[in-house]
């Protein structure tokens, strides 16, 4: 390609064609025009007579230099320009294309993608090899090198290359694994089709990753498409406080976080703006306790990744606490009071209440707390001991009290009296903390040297002593000990709850001591080693959705989780949930990022995704050239005198001759017979196989389960009806011809541009020739729209459709062929299960009675999708895996309908028709 600025050419050899047109010029000149045509009246030989030494004629030099000029165009347009070219890729050197694509490619996989097969499809024919790596690791733990093959080979390898991760990428790594490779194919060209971001830690190390290399370039999205993501979720007393960051310093820009259920209900939602320059802000989602432990996830609204999704489990979950006040005063108004410090620091992740035994347990409650100053109530014993056993956890604290007074609601056996580390009496100093144990519900909290005891119950030793221990001091003797009753627990702390024996209240270990145990009032965690690894239950994929994925290989070992980083959440520890019920653990990639920046490698070249279009100019100059043509023709007839005898006069000749080649251009009314299009190759494909075909949306995500849902769908098909190779494919309005296809699945979003004229006349056509159409909102529930504010995606619909001949539609009635064109259904659930789903009014006399538009919100195709392995790709919101049957079930009949209309309406006569043949 020959690059000139703002105009570049494919074929720049054509323009070797220039040098001729010297030569044309000459030939043109010395070459005499076609004589003049005139009418023969006999006198007209006596008139124009010359003397015998009269000069030949010659072509005039304004009709030659028109014809170097048709010349001239012609040769250009061969060359084929292209106006404001973007740049390619050369092939002086093999070159590595270096594919980033982890959570952060979410936004930009797409152009990625587009960008590699570009560079493909230039470089076909050359003798130049070229091969992609990917940067994040797999599920099988490697990364995918693709090997150095022919650009022509490697285009059916991109097809098959598998999805974005949901954790980090680590280019230095992934060059690392190849570099043998790369010093066989030494000198190389490396091309970066990067996401945009680096985490801090890779971009330390990896500044040498183009030294290797002869030549570099880095694709890039623009600075306002870069992703972002959650750096904590911190609980608060009022609800959840939220922390995102942005990886440049921009300007003003608004987000909205909100919290959602299990069902995808919004339970709350919040603004939070960056400002100016700005990379980093917080804001506080606000709930009730009702709704604040229904809450399964926090997100980033419309920023669908892995690390914009935060997901919850019952350690993050705010359950009511009772603080025991059998006299009823709290104490909690002087420093030394036992409740000063307590209700201080649980009032920063829950709620705290105060009462008798009889009141607490009145209510919902997890975690009843005993300070040493009160006593349990005979009376109360054995109402307090049933709700121990029934799941509930007793907290208590020591103090003078117990040492004198000893009742059964104690963890372990303890020693008489009490320990005195302090006076003047003892020998002994205040000891501090032993570092957790692994098996201990406090590792991973740092040990701090600042915490000191100076009184403490001892408790007896015991054989069991050691597995009931949770924290220790300096000596050894345990610190804070528990002991499972029935499905609840008790813990005993060996010291005071205010400063009288510690100073432990003072610390801001405190809080997460507490927090730590009150996990235990619903039944979170475990004291037993060998029970520390349970399996993954639902895998966070890249765009932050759950998938169901039940896979005992990949296991979270409990013992090692509480420190969890983003080094240790790969392959092997993916995000998701592991466990179960009250098991459950969630492990986040979101929160447990390094400091991430946006990627300022210093390439040879950098270039932005889609920052310029390139626009062709061959077909305007050849349509150019051929209206010059025609302006030639006109022009030399003229001069041939062909026009002198027309009786409207050269005047009018002129205008005729000038103006006749624009009627090619000039605006003509389109008839019917005018609209008729020739299929292309894709609606010739469509014709002899049989497709499911869905709207492209553009919307990344939406577009990519449309074609896993069609694609299950597909696959159910083929094992459970005679209708096989079913093919899915996406279709635009604008490019792509619909008639050939049956069904169209359209999931509507609320980024999809409106139609232009032209998919609006296929669309409109479409409908009119019997084709079938699915709309699908994708809404889980009313709730959810009235929760947002919105009137949700049935607004986009109306836009979309807008002077779109939609018929007038109904309920689907009882009895509809739909309900029974292969199963016999009831309702039409997909992922949702809303009852709402209409068809067109049906009209026997109009299309042979069968329906062309249907309209639901159930998120048929997520229901549908499966993965590369065939298992679902989404759980579903509330029926389960029965709800997924009948979803395949719907959607098998669908396909049904839209294959054979009416034909089980028809059946309805076969027994008329059997019994006239009898006859």
């Known amino acids: 390609m020959l690059n000139l600025g703002i105009i570049g050419f494919l074929n720049p050899w054509l323009l070797l064609g220039l040098l001729t047109l010297p030569v ?76 980033d694509n982890d959570w952060a490619s979410a936004g930009s996989w797409t152009k990625q993608l587009a960008t590699l097969q570009s560079v493909l499809e230039q470089n076909k024919g050359s003798s130049k090899q070229i091969a992609f790596l990917t940067t994040a690791q797999g599920t ?48 190389l060209k490396i091309l970066w089709l990067s996401n945009g971001l680096l985490s801090t830690p890779t971009s330390d190390v990896s500044t040498d990753i183009f030294d290797a290399f002869a030549t570099s370039e880095i694709y890039l999205p623009s600075s306002s498409e870069l992703p972002l993501w959650i750096t904590g979720v911190k609980p608060e007393s009022s609800g959840l406080k939220v922390s995102i960051a942005r990886g440049y310093k921009g300007p003003e820009n608004e987000e909205r976080i909100a919290a959602l259920s299990e069902q995808n209900e919004v339970l709350a939602t919040e603004k939070i703006v960056f400002g100016q320059g700005e990379m980093a802000v917080s804001a506080t989602l606000n709930m009730p306790n009702e709704l604040y432990n229904k809450a399964q996830k926090v997100i980033v609204v419309g920023k669908n990744t892995a690390a914009t999704t935060y997901l919850l489990d019952q350690s993050n979950y705010r359950f009511p606490v009772g603080i025991l006040t059998a006299a009823g005063q709290e104490d909690n108004k002087s420093l030394l009071g036992e409740h000063y410090y307590l209700q201080r620091a649980l009032s920063l992740f829950t ?66 009296g009490y320990r005195n580390l302090e006076g003047n009496l003892t020998w002994e100093q205040p000891l501090t903390l032993e570092a957790f144990e692994k098996d201990s519900p406090f590792f991973g909290l740092p040990q701090n040297p600042e915490i000191t005891v100076s009184g403490q119950l001892l408790a007896q030793p015991t054989p069991e ?17 528990a002991n499972d009753q029935g499905d609840g627990m008790i813990v005993l702390v060996h010291t005071s709850s205010n400063t009288r024996w510690s100073n432990l209240a003072l610390s801001g270990s405190f809080v997460d001591i507490l927090r730590r145990i009150l996990q235990f009032g619903q039944g979170v965690g475990g004291t037993n080693a060998s029970d520390n690894k349970i399996p993954i239950h639902d895998i966070l994929d890249a765009y932050g959705n759950l998938i169901p994925m039940e896979d005992a290989a990949i296991t979270l070992d409990l013992s090692r989780d509480k420190g ?14 592991y466990g179960r019920d009250k098991r459950q653990k969630a492990i986040n990639l979101a929160g447990n990022l390094p400091n991430i920046q946006k990627n300022n490698f210093q390439a040879d070249s950098r270039q932005i995704y889609n920052a310029k279009k390139e626009s062709p100019l061959q077909l305007p100059l050849l349509f150019i050239a051929l209206i010059l043509f025609f302006f030639d023709q006109a022009l030399t007839l ?16 002129v205008i005729l001759v000038l103006f006749l080649p624009f009627t090619l251009i000039s605006p003509h009314k389109v008839t019917a017979q005018d609209l008729e ?59 792509d011809q619909i008639s050939p296809y049956p069904f169209l699945y359209w999931p509507i979003t609320a980024i999809q541009e409106p139609l232009t004229a032209r998919g609006k006349r296929r669309l409109n056509e479409y409908i ?21 504010g919105s009137q949700g995606n049935a607004q986009y619909l109306q836009i979309l459709t807008d002077e779109i001949n939609i018929p007038q539609m109904e309920p689907v009635p009882a009895g509809h062929v739909i309900t029974r064109s292969f199963y016999l259904l009831e309702s039409f659930p997909g992922r949702n299960n809303n009852r709402d789903f209409w068809t067109e009014s049906t009209d026997p006399y109009r299309n042979d009675g069968v329906a062309r538009i249907l309209i639901g919100s159930n998120d048929w195709s997520r229901a549908w999708a499966i993965n590369e392995q065939g298992r679902p790709l989404y759980a579903m919101v509330r029926g389960g895996e029965r709800q997924r049957e009948l979803a395949y079930r719907f959607g098998i009949n669908l396909v049904m309908y839209a294959l054979t209309g009416n034909y089980k309406e028809d059946q309805v006569h076969i027994p008329h028709i059997l019994e006239r043949l009898g006859q």
């Open 140 to 187: 099988t733990g490697h990364y995918n090198f693709s090997g150095f093959k022919r650009p022509e080979n490697l285009l059916i390898d991109i097809e098959q290359l598998s999805s974005i991760q949901s954790w980090q990428s680590d280019p230095k790594d992934a060059l690392k694994s190849i570099e043998q490779e790369l010093e066989r194919y030494h000198p």
């Open 638 to 653: 003229w001069l041939r005198g062909l026009f002198s005898n027309i009786a409207i006069g050269k005047p009018v000749t």
């Open 564 to 577: 969890t980083t983003v080094q240790d959440i790969g392959p092997q520890t993916p995000p998701g949930y």
């Open 768 to 788: 009119s020739n019997g084709g079938l159409i699915l709309f699908d909102l994708r809404e889980a529930s009313n709730t959810l729209n009235s929760a947002l």
């Open 465 to 481: 002593l050691d597995s009931h221990t949770w924290a220790r001091l300096q000596d050894g003797t345990p610190l804070v000990t």
């Open 351 to 416: 709620d705290v209440r105060y009462g008798s035994v009889k009141e607490l347990l009145s209510r919902e409650l997890s975690a009843v707390v005993v300070t040493d100053k009160e006593s349990i109530p005979p009376a109360d014993r054995e109402t307090l001991n049933k709700w121990i056993n029934q799941g509930g956890l007793l907290l208590r604290f020591s103090g003078p009290n117990l040492a004198e007074t000893r009742d059964n609601f104690i963890s372990v056996p303890l020693r008489s």
């Open 24 to 99: 044309v010029w000459l030939i043109l000149r010395i070459t005499p025009p076609s004589p003049k045509k005139i009418t023969f009246p006999a006198l007209r030989l006596l008139f124009g007579l010359q003397g015998a030494t009269s000069k030949p004629e010659k072509t005039s030099w304004w009709l030659i230099l028109l014809r170097i000029m048709i010349l001239l165009i012609l040769i250009l347009a061969l060359a084929e320009p292209i106006y404001a070219p973007v740049k390619r890729t050369d092939t002086a050197y093999n070159t590595l294309v270096l594919l």
């Open 677 to 735: 299009e020739p299929l292309d190759s894709k609606g010739i494909e469509a014709t002899l196989n049989t497709y499911l075909a869905y709207i492209i949306t553009g919307d990344n995500k939406v577009d990519s389960d449309s074609h896993s849902g069609l694609a299950g769908l597909s696959l159910q098909l083929h094992r459970r009806t005679a209708v096989e190779n079913v093919r899915v494919t996406g279709v635009d309005l604008d490019r």
